[in-house]
C-alpha cells in the first residue's frame, strides 16, 4: 500500500472511523453529539467530496389523517399512502427531503464547500485592501541553553524583552506607533514574541481618517531557524477560518507571510483543508435561530509571502487540492450527521452512484442487491439486513487513473450500519447516536469523493462498503439463530448486537 500521494496516509485515518462505537462507551451522550463534528473531522481531516443531485422528485407530505364518516363508524382515520410522520400541514414547504409514510428516503442532500477563495501572491501590496491582516512573526532562536534553562524551572513569567520585527511587520508596526510590539509585550507569557508556533495575539483594531479600517493579529511561527512540524500548516489554516469567524464582517484576509518562510517547502494542501473544514457548518436539518454560518461575510483569503516563490502557479494548485481533501471530509461529516429518516442503505448508495457520476469516467459503481448477496451465500450479512426497513445495498466503488495504468491497488473498507438498535438484544443506552455505526462508510465514501476530485496517478482504488441497518421487525435475526457467511462458516448468533 505505497505509492507517492499523501493519500494513502490519509486514506489510512479515514479507517479510524469505523471505531466510532467503541468511543461510546467513554464519552457522554451530550459531550459525543456536541463533540461529533470535531472528532469526526480529527479522524477523516487528513483525507479527501464531489456533487450531483438526483434529479428525484421532493418527498410530498400531505396531512397525514383524513377523517371519515360511514354508517355507524364515526371519525375513523385513514392514513394517506402521502402520510408522513412530521405533520406538517398542506401547503408548508419541507425544510429537507425524507422519508413518507410508506416510501423510504431515496436521496441525502450534499452540503456545498464554502465559496470563500484561498490564493497565493507575492505582491505584498494587495494587503492593503484586506479588512483582516494575519501577520506571521517568527519568534527569537533558542539555543540549548534558554531551553535547559527554561525546561528546569518550568516557567515563563518575567519581564517580556522588547520584540525584533522585521518587513511589513516592521512597516505596520511604525504606522501604528508601535501598537505591535506593545501587543506581543501584553501577550508576552502566551505568545513568546512568536516563539509558540500556532499562538495569536488578540485582535489590534486600527482607524485612521480617510482610510479603511483594519483589523490586525500577530501568529506565531515557532523560534526562527527551526524546522516546520508536520501538522504546522493544519493549524495555520483552522486559524485563518477562526480568526474570520470572531472577527465579524471580515470580507478579505491577508496571512503575510515572511521571506524566511518558504511556502513552496511545506504542505499548503494542508492549510487549505483545515481552512475550509473549519467552516463546515451542517445546517441541512436547521430551522430559523438554529441555522449558524462560519465567516459568512468572507470572500477571500489571500497568502501573501515576501520572499520569492519559485512556481507560484504549483502552490495555488497545491492550495486547490486541499479544498478537494476538504470536500471528502466535508461528505464524511453530512454522511454522520444525518439521521436515519433520510439516510439508509438506498440513499447511501445512491450517494455512492453520485461519486461515480462525478468523478467523469474515474470512479465506477457497483450496487449488489439482495439477490446478488444471496448469490454469493453473503449469509451474515443478509442476517443483520433482514429487519431493515430498505433492502441492504453492497457498494464497490472502483477508482482507475485516466491513463489506464496503475501498478498499485490499494483497498479502503468501512462500516455501514445506517443505524445500530441492537436487534432483539436492544441497547438499553444512547441509542440516539446509533446512526454514527456508519462512521466507517462516511470516511471511505468521503476519501472516494476527494480522490475521484485530486485524480491520482498510478494506483487503482477499491472502495467497499456493505450498507444495511441493524433493527427489529417480524423478519429480524435472533439469539440462537445459524447464519452461514460468504466463506461457508457457520455462525451462531448469541447477540444480535455482535454484528
Known amino acids: 500500500i505505497i505509492f507517492d500521494m499523501k493519500l494513502v496516509a490519509a486514506a489510512t485515518s479515514l479507517l479510524a472511523m469505523s471505531s466510532f462505537s467503541a468511543a461510546f462507551s467513554a464519552i457522554t451522550s451530550r459531550n459525543f453529539r456536541n463533540g461529533i463534528s470535531n472528532h469526526a473531522a480529527r479522524n477523516v481531516a487528513s483525507i479527501f467530496t464531489a456533487t450531483v443531485y438526483l434529479n428525484k422528485p421532493k418527498a410530498t407530505f400531505a396531512r397525514g ?102 518587513g511589513k511587520a516592521k512597516e505596520l508596526d511604525e504606522q501604528v506607533g508601535g501598537a505591535l510590539s506593545e501587543l ?55 486559524a485563518i477560518a477562526s480568526a474570520c469567524h470572531t472577527n ?61 516563490v519559485d512556481d507560484i502557479s504549483s502552490v495555488n494548485a497545491s492550495l486547490e487540492d486541499g479544498k478537494q481533501i476538504a470536500t471528502g471530509v466535508f461528505l464524511s461529516k453530512d454522511i454522520v450527521n444525518a439521521p436515519h ?31 446478488e448477496c444471496e448469490k454469493r451465500g453473503m449469509g451474515a450479512y443478509l442476517g443483520v439486513a433482514r429487519g431493515s ?30 443505524f445500530d438498535t441492537g436487534g432483539y438484544n436492544i441497547k438499553t443506552a444512547m441509542m440516539e447516536l446509533m446512526k454514527f455505526d456508519c462512521g466507517g462508510s462516511a470516511a471511505v465514501l468521503g476519501a472516494a469523493r476527494a480522490i475521484g476530485a485530486l485524480e491520482p496517478e498510478d494506483v487503482e482504488v477499491h472502495f467497499i462498503v456493505a450498507a444495511c441497518e441493524n433493527m427489529i421487525n417480524d423478519r429480524a435475526v435472533v439469539p440462537s439463530d445459524v447464519l452461514t457467511a460468504s466463506n461457508g462458516k457457520t455462525i451462531e448468533v448469541l447477540n444480535t448486537d455482535a454484528k
Request: with cysteine; proline share 4%; hydrophobic share 30%.
Open 341 to 371: 429518516n433520510v439516510l439508509n442503505s438506498e440513499s447511501l448508495a445512491n450517494v455512492a452512484r453520485r461519486i461515480a457520476e462525478e468523478s467523469g469516467g474515474t470512479i465506477k459503481c457497483t450496487i449488489l442487491d439482495k439477490e
Open 184 to 238: 506581543m509585550i501584553e501577550n508576552y507569557k502566551v505568545f513568546k514574541h512568536g516563539a509558540k508556533a500556532g499562538s495569536k495575539t488578540p485582535t489590534l483594531r486600527v482607524v485612521s481618517s480617510g482610510s479603511k479600517s483594519k483589523r490586525i493579529i500577530l501568529f506565531g511561527l515557532g523560534p526562527e531557524g527551526e524546522d516546520i512540524k508536520d501538522d504546522f500548516m493544519t493549524k495555520v489554516g483552522s
Open 389 to 418: 426497513e430498505t433492502e441492504p445495498q453492497f457498494i464497490h466503488l472502483t477508482y482507475n487513473p485516466k491513463s489506464g495504468k496503475a501498478s498499485k491497488k490499494l483497498g479502503v473498507v468501512g462500516k455501514g450500519l445506517l
Open 248 to 308: 465579524k464582517k471580515v470580507k478579505t484576509c491577508s496571512l503575510v507571510l515572511p521571506a524566511s518562510f518558504k511556502i513552496d517547502a511545506v504542505p499548503m494542501s494542508d492549510l487549505t483543508a483545515a481552512y475550509y473544514n473549519s467552516l463546515y457548518s451542517d445546517n441541512r436539518y436547521r430551522t430559523g435561530a438554529k441555522v449558524t454560518h462560519i465567516a459568512e461575510d468572507l470572500e477571500a483569503v489571500t497568502i501573501v509571502t515576501e520572499g520569492s
Open 65 to 166: 389523517i383524513n377523517n371519515r364518516s360511514t354508517g355507524s363508524t364515526s371519525g375513523v382515520r385513514n392514513f394517506s399512502k402521502q402520510s408522513t410522520a412530521l405533520s406538517m400541514s398542506e401547503g408548508s414547504e419541507t425544510p429537507f427531503t425524507t422519508w413518507t409514510f410508506d416510501e423510504a428516503c431515496e436521496t441525502m442532500e450534499f452540503n456545498d464547500v464554502a465559496s470563500a477563495s484561498v490564493s497565493v501572491t507575492d505582491d505584498v501590496s494587495t494587503i492593503d485592501d484586506s479588512d483582516l491582516i494575519i501577520l506571521g512573526i517568527y519568534g527569537p532562536a533558542k539555543d540549548s541553553d534558554e531551553e535547559e534553562e527554561e525546561g528546569e524551572n518550568g516557567s515563563d513569567d518575567g519581564d517580556a524583552p522588547e520584540p525584533t520585527l522585521v
